[in-house]
């Protein structure tokens, strides 16, 4: 999630005391899945992490037919195959995004024939540009860059082991989310990058994906992942020059609200990534408005001033900024565009700012939670 958003979704709460539950936590049965494969030549993605929570918040979302569904088979039925969902370590504000939450959601969509990219944030919280907060449990050893090494190698190498075991290993993983900082940080973040210790980081949660992958014989890709495609062409310089290069993906946010690089331009910088580090390159989260009308408390963050593109804040609008934007991706030479939070809709379940959703108008369901034009999106 990009820097402007998580000040406003930061402090995303627990429901209502309406009597709206959280997710279960009983244990999951192994599903029988066969493991998916993309056989098309691009990754169409769905950001999924909220969609367990707005289910139990009582959502019920429609397809274009406006048939109520299933979210995840809605998804699958629609064209997409790639789910994309966050890890936080131990949130104890939230019974979401834990490692509960996330089996659930690699289960369902591996049930509906889909990938899997699985993001550790490596916190307890939102990681991204403006922080990067180490977790409660490791914040003693903040400054033993070894011992801070071996925790994040140990989790990383845990998690992956254990969803394993249950045949629910992601296909893709994200080692950090956002990471433009320095990882594993307190409260106020340092400048600058210390890249011994952060090259250091980085590479043993890489190492932790490649052990996972070899001791399963399974192909894990690896992806780093930074905000905007400006911020990527300095970071992936600097990684490169101390030696962070064992990675698989180059993942980029880009909200053309935020970044120096329109729609016409960002291409050029896909492109100059992509040569310069021999890497693939995906777009892991991206959203456009199809309205700027707001269906509840919870002001939304993409107003007017969003639609730098040029695009209008319509159905049609959104649809034309996915095309377009994949068309970019795809001429540069990469291989995936994932919507972030497409059905973060509009619930009785609040946030600090109040009732509902800050995304409402952003997501890929009309305020009735019917299917947007732009779900036609994932038929390529």
């Not at 030479?333 to 939070?341: A, F």
Request: charged share 25%.
């Amino acid at each position: 999630m990009t820097l402007l958003l998580v000040l406003a979704c930061l402090a995303w709460s627990s429901c209502d005391s309406d009597g709206v539950t959280h997710g279960d936590a009983e244990t999951i049965k192994p599903p029988d899945i066969t493991i998916p494969e993309v056989n098309e030549d691009f990754y169409y993605g769905a950001d999924l992490s909220y969609v367990n929570e707005m289910i139990d918040c009582g959502a019920l979302y429609r397809n274009a037919a406006d048939e109520i569904k299933d979210p995840y088979t809605i998804f699958s039925e629609a064209g997409t195959n790639l789910v994309r969902v966050r890890l936080w370590h131990n949130p104890d504000w939230t019974s979401y995004s834990d490692f509960e939450d996330v089996r659930k959601t690699i289960q369902k969509a591996k049930k509906e024939g889909m990938q899997v990219l699985l993001d550790f944030h490596y916190s307890d919280t939102w990681a991204d540009p403006q922080k990067q907060r180490i977790p409660a449990a490791w914040e003693a050893f903040i400054d033993d860059k070894e011992k801070l090494g071996s925790l994040l190698y140990e989790y990383t190498y845990q998690i992956l082991t254990d969803l394993a075991e249950e045949q629910l290993l992601p296909e893709l993983v994200q080692v950090g989310n956002e990471i433009n900082p320095m990882i594993l940080q307190g409260e106020k973040l340092i400048w600058p990058i210390d890249w011994d210790r952060n090259g250091y980081l980085i590479n043993k949660g890489i190492e932790a994906v490649r052990m996972v992958s070899k001791e399963q014989n399974k192909e894990l890709g690896v992806m780093l992942h930074i905000a905007q495609p400006e911020n990527a062409l300095w970071w992936f310089k600097e990684a490169a020059e101390n030696g962070v290069t064992n990675y698989d993906w180059i993942g980029l946010s880009y909200y053309p609200l935020w970044s120096e690089y329109d729609l016409s331009q960002v291409g050029n910088a896909f492109k100059t990534l992509i040569d310069t580090y021999d890497k693939r390159l995906m777009v892991v989260e991206t959203a456009y408005p199809f309205t700027m009308d707001n269906a509840d408390p919870a002001n939304n963050i993409l107003g007017n001033e969003a639609l730098v593109s040029g695009y209008p804040a319509t159905q049609q609008g959104q649809l034309d900024y996915l095309i377009q934007l994949k068309k970019s991706i795809q001429d540069a030479g990469g291989e995936g565009l994932i919507y972030w939070e497409p059905a973060w809709v509009s619930t009785n379940c609040s946030t600090l700012w109040g009732q509902g959703s800050h995304w409402d108008n952003a997501t890929l369901f009309d305020h009735d939670k019917k299917a947007t034009k732009a779900m036609s999106f994932y038929k390529h």
